[in-house]
Nanobody, 123 residues
Framework: QVVLVDSGGGSVQAGGSLRLSCATF????????MAWFRQALGKEREGVAT???????TYAISVKGRFTISKDNAKNTLFLQMNNLKPEDTAMYYC?????????????????WGQGTQVTVSL
């Protein structure tokens, strides 16, 4: 069993930054794939960034160059550094993990999910 706890969301103005954190508890391994997803009101959930067991990362086109995913294996914590935030980044953000190795932005590839943390970006 794995428990994920998201934090770090908030309200910022466009151009600002936020750093999301996801603490993991339970049977986790350093080579698990992990990811951040987001879901805006009235829209489907979408993959934002992912990191595989080998450290390889993949980003959605909409956030590439602005967001950075990273993992601290010693602290069992996943991060998402978000810079130059835009109003269209407003959403509930969720971290996810799975025992698989390869990075993935498909939500069906993840077994465990955090509770979500709200990010709101205003003009």
């Amino acid at each position: 069993q794995v428990v994920l706890v998201d934090s770090g969301g908030g309200s910022v103005q466009a151009g600002g930054s936020l750093r999301l954190s996801c603490a993991t508890f339970g049977s986790t391994y350093s080579n698990d794939r992990m990811a951040w997803f987001r879901q805006a009101l009235g829209k489907e959930r979408e993959g934002v960034a992912t990191i595989g067991g080998d450290g390889r990362t993949t980003y959605a086109i909409s956030v590439k160059g602005r967001f950075t995913i990273s993992k601290d294996n010693a602290k069992n914590t996943l991060f998402l550094q978000m810079n130059n935030l835009k109003p269209e980044d407003t959403a509930m953000y969720y971290c996810a993990s799975d025992y698989g190795f390869k990075a993935s932005l498909r939500d069906e590839d993840y077994s465990y999910w955090g509770q979500g943390t709200q990010v709101t970006v205003s003009l």
